[in-house]
């Protein structure tokens, strides 16, 4: 069932209407070393493989050779006196041909840069926000939210 209800009719002239996919899929690192040919997606509990498939096909041109799912079960933990389970996550494990291969991105590259540097603007950074004086009429409320 969709999880969208989209209006068949509206009056007036005729509207562009963007019709939203009811499936998601999310690149994650895998947890365990896997070979370089192989990515790990979390998807939308109701896809399929074949969804996963169609999904990779359609959208991004991705030829895969096998998908293979599972359902990963949420932990359960006890804060006080009840007990709470996280949600449960369907991983969807895809296989790319034999030439293709992945490699995760890196996101937060290294960079040489100036660490004293940084630690002079941050200490400025602190020293402002303990200089900083709030409305005295009243206090724990930023200024700009004033009426």
């Not at 804060?79 to 991105?105: H, R, S």
């Amino acid at each position: 069932m969709s999880t969208r209800w989209y209006p068949l009719y509206q009056k007036g002239n005729p509207q562009l209407r963007v019709f939203l996919p009811n499936f998601w899929l999310k690149l994650v690192k895998p947890e365990r070393n896997q070979p370089n040919n192989i990515i790990q997606f979390h998807c939308s509990m109701e896809m399929t493989r074949f969804d996963v498939k169609n999904y990779l096909e359609k959208i991004y041109d991705i030829h895969p050779i096998q998908v293979n799912t599972r359902i990963a079960l949420g932990k359960t933990h006890k804060p006080t006196n009840f007990v709470v389970k996280d949600d449960d996550v369907k991983i969807a494990y895809v296989t790319l041909p034999k030439g293709e291969t992945f490699t995760f991105p890196n996101v937060l590259p290294e960079d040489n840069t100036d660490k004293s540097q940084l630690k002079e603007t941050m200490n400025e950074h602190k020293k402002n926000f303990q200089d900083f004086k709030g409305d005295s009429k009243m206090p724990g409320f930023p200024t700009w939210f004033k009426v």
